[in-house]
């Protein structure tokens, strides 16, 4: 009898071929939204970006001050640039396209520079004084050789028009305005440079000043101005300044929307009034829209909403006397509407997108270009602005594709009135986010207290029914039964999860982000489905420039409710699974907020709110917090409040102040997290001792620094008694670099720049970022407890039964290291026991990203110039190293750039070896990670295919032998005898 | 009739053997016995001529008895250098090889001890019993001893919870009675 050789090769060739290969999750288990911000209506064009290109490419420059280029067919970004620095600019960037030449330009704060177009690298930049106002770049006469000059408008107290040289970005002339005037715009035709600023009069309002400049010497060659007539209260009312084209305008409308007040640049004098009319109320919004080139049509568009609906008239302004006249006038429709312009050549076209159509006119006449009907989800809104590319295929078709930014936030392309791909830009921004646990299913829990407190009958009548009624989820069951087979054999995520449906996992994966932006925007992420969009919404519309201040997001996973405050005293409760309001509250329904806590009191959990000064308001008896509060004052310093019963209300009462020495200034306060469980309280070393970790959970890490002697200070607070548990300071920091600090467990970490200068006494000199790492312990002695032994309590008001004794310090070991770049901040990642190691996750500005740096590199006690002892070793020590290196490895972010990260939360998983992290701020990234390794799950390289596979063969081959040996035997006996 | 002929030769000397060498004080050659031509019954005799072996006294009896219950009293530590230098050499880690030595160390001294009245039943007699018992006091001592190197070799693989990291689980974190929020 032999052996199935067979199916011994069938099973082997079920195994995979490599076993060794470890296999990354890298791009599986994490996501990236790559945002750029809302793109803005006068930095946002489709430009080719190489001169011999068919395809162009879709630019903007986004409110965050992000400039990016996005592949207008896919929706995916080509390259990103973040030019606003940490103050994230209130002061609107301009982008322009330089035409004929592979570049863009921006300027943006007192920087301009120009970018290669198809790569988005630099190909010059910039600095100067003052603030950018206006950019444009320079048509140069027909024939000319060179780069393409650029016009650059600052504000330094008076207007500064730069003419920076194509190529190098240097100032070739310099013109300072009237001192005391405000730069509002610089356009060109090809024979003049118009410099518009405005100054104010008392009683004339605002009065425009237009001088006109020589473009090649930059000498005035004249100057006129022209009266508003206090028709334009704020610089606001300018509704536009013609750029770049043959014939550039300003206008502005009078009050009430009646007129519209248009000069053509360089005819002084001639203002022309062109009547605005009514369509279905009061006027909301005029806008007009000018062609950018110079060899294009001198034809504008007047755009006037209303509430209800919009029409638009078009204007042709004749070159010879600078008159302007109505062409013709596009009709009223309801609704916002959006026009937008584009220019081929000489040809000029609006293109309208209206709530059901999208067509294209010429700016000649009011023919029809092209019509498409409008594909358009309804859940994004209504559009805000639109950048359009028409492109003329035949004699008579167009094609037509536009960029929208809608009024729920997203950045829409529109082709020939379909949607091609929409990215969810109002997610960019984000000010707060918290982790929200998904509801349990309450019916089944319910269900069983039913059974278990009626009589034995009825509850088996219930449960019968029960499962009767459970009998309508069977098809769905059996349906899901093979993918969910498929899922758990099949290697990598092969079988996608259904999409849009939130549902508890055993492993605490799926759990949903709350993400709050500046923009007043709420949205719902699903962490556990590559953080996809359940749902958004705007909660509180900010005005231009103005960010909202998220105060403090308070999640009751049990309610399924998030409350989300911000400073102006607003807040809003939604539930966390679907979005849906519960209540909100408008700004000023309540005081003005410094921030907020979350406290435990005898009527539940809430949410108590500090006010600007530092103090909470007084609290009614049953809400009184239990413990003591932590907060800043107005000073900055660091105040410790306890709640005293005075009637039925309590009144919060200062138990201790803590103010550093006059030249500092207290930058940055941390705390432990709120979920920081600690599995172990002590530490084992190699001899089988144990060194107590100082696990005091009430203390704060306060950072000062001070500018005039350069250093750094941080305090170690304990918060009930407001004792200095320790300190340290650094010397030769610089001040102005990011100092970022994180608190957990029984240490602290923090980093900072510094250059140390080397003296006899200190330390060989180093320059550079610094992380020092500082882990507290109850005693230097292993096996001690420190004062207080193994008393089961302790107080910090108290620490023993003799009076006034001092409190227990700390014994705290500290080891610093180099590392190659800033870090900005710093966070820890969390797991539900605190078994698992923690990883110290910091950010990462200048190379845009993440690093999860492991404790065991970041350890204090790494023995300094020797190599560890056996002991030493067992512990898992290494000798110390100062400088670490930034492994690739460590980056949790992988090859993915995520830029403008303010905040990195971690929230733990039901599996204790893994932690979620999500971070926020320009963009949205989140991940998992398992600092020990995911010790408790099954890895992706666990071939359960092979498992099966091995277990079926082994099954069929005992069913093919088992008749073979029983007739063998039964053989064996009849033929011996 | 004729007289009969006289008998032959051989019947005579079939009647009359010659004298028996005892008899006669010509000595055997030198390395002949006699046994070759002894009858039984001399062997008979000598054989109950030589009752050397007596059957010993119980005070004789009881000596012996004592003399090997020592003997197996030292038994074990006798093995001990032997398995002194098996478990150093076998190491301080975890395997198989230095498990069964352990197991086997803790196993044979417990057996042992037992067994101990077993062991030295056959040697229980009403004139050993009283001294049996140093014996036994001796043998239960080397057998924990030889325990004793059982429990070294186990501390020394760290398996005894005799220092403070081992008792780490059971100690707790000490509660603060005041408890501060922070609120930044």
Redesign the interface.
């Known amino acids: 009898m032999r052996l199935p050789i067979n199916l011994l090769f069938l099973t082997l060739s079920i195994l995979p071929s490599t076993l060794a290969v470890f296999v990354d999750e890298a791009y599986i288990v994490d996501y990236h939204h790559e945002l750029l911000g809302l793109s803005q209506p006068h930095t946002s064009f489709f430009h080719r970006p190489r001169k011999n290109e068919k395809a162009s490419l879709l630019y903007t420059l986004s409110d965050l001050g992000v400039l990016g280029a996005v592949n207008p067919g896919l929706g995916k970004v080509v390259w990103r640039q973040l030019l606003a620095g940490d103050d994230a600019v209130s002061e609107p960037g301009f982008l322009r396209p330089i035409e004929g030449e592979d570049a863009v330009v921006s300027a943006i704060g007192s920087r301009v520079d120009a970018w290669d177009a198809m790569s988005g690298r630099a190909t010059w930049g910039n600095v100067f004084e003052g603030v950018v106002k206006d950019l444009e770049v320079m048509e140069t006469a027909a024939g000319s050789e060179g780069a393409k000059a650029v016009l650059a408008l600052f504000d330094e107290g008076k207007p500064v028009l730069r003419k920076l040289k194509g190529g190098s970005g240097d100032v070739a002339w310099e013109y300072a305005g009237v001192s005391g005037d405000i730069a509002l715009q610089v356009s060109t035709n090809v024979q003049n440079v118009f410099l518009v600023s405005t100054y104010y009069g008392s009683k004339a309002g605002f009065t425009l000043r237009v001088t006109i400049l020589d473009p090649v010497t930059g000498k005035k060659s004249s100057e006129y101005t022209l009266s508003t007539k206090g028709e334009i209260e704020s610089l606001e009312d300018v509704v536009f300044v013609g750029a770049n084209s043959a014939a550039p305008i300003i206008a502005w409308a009078d009050q009430g929307y009646k007129n519209l007040r248009v000069n053509v640049l360089g005819k002084s004098g001639a203002i022309q009034s062109l009547p605005l009319t009514e369509s279905d109320g009061k006027l909301t919004e005029v806008t007009v829209h000018a062609p950018h080139l110079v060899q294009s049509q001198a034809h504008f568009l007047v755009h006037s909403r209303s509430a209800l609906s919009n029409r638009a008239d078009v204007y042709h302004v004749d070159l010879a006397n600078g008159s302007v006249k109505k062409a013709y006038e596009l009709p009223k429709v309801p609704g916002r509407g959006s026009i937008s312009i584009s220019s081929q050549d000489a040809n000029v076209y609006f293109t309208r997108l209206s709530d059901d159509e999208v067509a294209v006119y010429s700016s000649v006449s009011h023919g029809v270009l092209g019509r498409w009907p409008l594909n358009f989800e309804a859940q994004r809104g209504s559009f805000v602005h639109s950048t359009t590319e028409v492109v003329q295929k035949g004699t008579d078709t167009y094609a037509v594709r536009s960029a929208v930014v809608t009024t729920e936030q997203d950045w829409v392309l529109i082709r020939n009135g379909a949607e091609a791909w929409a990215r969810p830009e109002g997610l960019s921004g984000a000010v707060a986010a918290a982790f929200a646990d998904l509801p349990e299913s309450e019916s089944l829990v319910k269900n069983l207290e039913v059974e278990a407190e009626s009589n034995a009958l009825s509850a088996y009548i219930h449960r019968v029914n029960r499962h009767v009624a459970d009998l309508q989820y069977l098809p769905n069951y059996l349906q899901d039964l093979p993918r969910r087979f498929l899922s758990s054999i099949l290697p990598g995520e092969i079988i996608a999860q259904k999409a849009g449906v939130l549902v508890p996992d055993s492993f605490g994966f799926n759990k949903v982000v709350i993400v709050a932006t500046q923009r007043g925007r709420l949205y719902g992420l699903d962490a556990g489905n590559h953080g996809s969009i359940v749902w958004s919404w705007t909660a509180f519309p900010q005005e231009n420039g103005k960010k909202w201040d998220v105060k403090g997001i308070f999640v009751e996973s049990s309610k399924g409710l998030a409350t989300i405050r911000a400073a102006d005293g607003e807040y809003t409760v939604v539930k966390t699974t679907t979005g849906e309001r519960i209540e909100t509250m408008p700004p000023g329904s309540g005081p003005t907020i410094r921030?907020?806590?979350?406290?435990d009191s005898p009527s539940g959990k809430w949410m108590?709110t500090?006010g600007v000064n530092g103090n909470?308001e007084d609290v009614p008896s049953e809400r009184v917090?239990?413990?003591?509060?932590?907060?800043?004052g107005d000073a900055g310093e660091v105040k410790?409040l306890k709640f005293m019963p005075r009637g039925s209300q309590s009144s919060p009462v200062i138990t201790w102040t803590f103010t550093p020495p006059t030249d500092q200034v207290i930058t940055n306060?941390v705390?432990r997290p709120a979920h920081d469980p600690?599995a172990?309280?002590?530490r084992?070393?190699g001899?089988?001792?144990?060194l107590y970790k100082y696990?005091?959970?009430?203390v704060?890490l306060v950072t000062a620094i001070s500018n005039e002697k350069s250093t750094a200070t941080f305090y170690l607070l304990d918060?009930?008694s407001g004792d200095i548990l320790y300190s340290a300071t650094h010397e030769g920091v610089d001040t102005k670099q990011p100092i970022a600090s994180a608190l957990t467990e029984n240490w602290f970490s923090y980093s900072l720049w510094a250059d140390i200068i080397s003296t006899s006494a200190t330390l060989p000199s180093s320059k550079g970022y610094q992380i020092i790492v500082s882990e507290m312990y109850e005693s230097d002695v292993?096996?001690d407890r420190g004062p207080?032994e193994?008393?089961?309590?302790?107080?910090?008001?108290e620490p023993s039964d003799i009076p006034n004794a001092e409190l227990a310090l700390p014994h705290v070991i500290t080891a610093s290291f180099l590392v190659p770049e800033a870090i900005s901040h710093m966070s820890v990642s969390a797991t539900r026991q605190g078994i698992t190691t923690r990883q110290l996750l910091c950010t990462l500005e200048s190379s845009g990203a993440i690093i999860g740096i492991p404790r065991t590199i970041l350890d204090p006690r790494r023995p300094v110039g020797r190599d560890p002892t056996p002991a030493e070793q067992e512990e898992g020590i290494f000798r110390y190293h100062p400088v670490i290196e930034f492994d690739p490895k460590m980056l949790i972010t992988h090859k993915r750039e995520v830029i403008g990260i303010k905040d990195i939360i971690a929230s733990p998983a039901v599996l204790e070896s893994t932690s979620l992290i999500f971070a926020y701020g320009i963009d949205i990234f989140g991940t998992r990670v398992a600092p020990s390794a995911a010790f408790d799950i099954l890895g992706k390289g666990f071939n359960k295919l092979s498992l099966v596979g091995t277990v079926a063969a082994l099954w069929a081959g005992v069913v093919i032998l088992a008749p073979m040996v029983r007739r063998k035997q039964i053989n064996g006996r009849w033929m011996t005898s | 009739m004729s007289p009969p002929p006289p008998p032959s030769q051989w019947v005579e000397e079939l009647n009359s053997p010659p004298v028996s060498r005892s008899k006669l004080t010509i000595p055997d050659p030198p390395g002949y016995t006699a046994a070759s031509s002894g009858n039984k019954k001399q062997i008979a005799s000598s054989k109950t001529q030589t009752p050397a072996r007596t059957a010993p006294t119980t005070e004789e009896m009881d000596t012996l008895k004592l003399k090997k219950a020592w003997e197996v009293a030292l038994a074990p530590v006798k093995q001990l250098p032997m398995t002194a230098i098996m478990m150093y050499m076998s190491g301080n880690s975890l395997q198989m090889f230095s498990i069964m030595m352990v197991v086997m160390a803790f196993k044979n001294p417990l057996m042992g001890l037992m067994a101990t009245n077993q062991a030295f039943e056959k040697f229980n007699s009403p004139g050993t019993s009283a001294s049996l018992l140093a014996v036994k006091a001796t043998y239960v001592a080397m057998q924990i001893l030889a325990l004793a190197l059982g429990v070294w070799k186990v501390n020394g693989m760290?398996l005894l919870p005799t220092?403070?990291?081992?008792w780490?689980?059971w100690?707790?974190?000490?509660?603060?009675?005041?408890?501060?929020?922070?609120?930044?």
Do not use: Y
């Open positions: 921030s907020t806590a979350i406290v108590l500090i909470p917090p239990k413990g003591h509060l932590v907060v800043k410790g306060v705390s600690v172990s309280i002590g084992v070393l001899d089988r001792t144990v696990l005091n959970p009430n704060v918060t009930i292993a096996n207080l193994s008393t089961a309590n302790s107080s910090s008001l | 760290g220092t403070q990291s081992d780490l689980a100690e707790t974190a000490r509660d603060p009675m005041e408890i501060a929020i922070p609120a930044f």
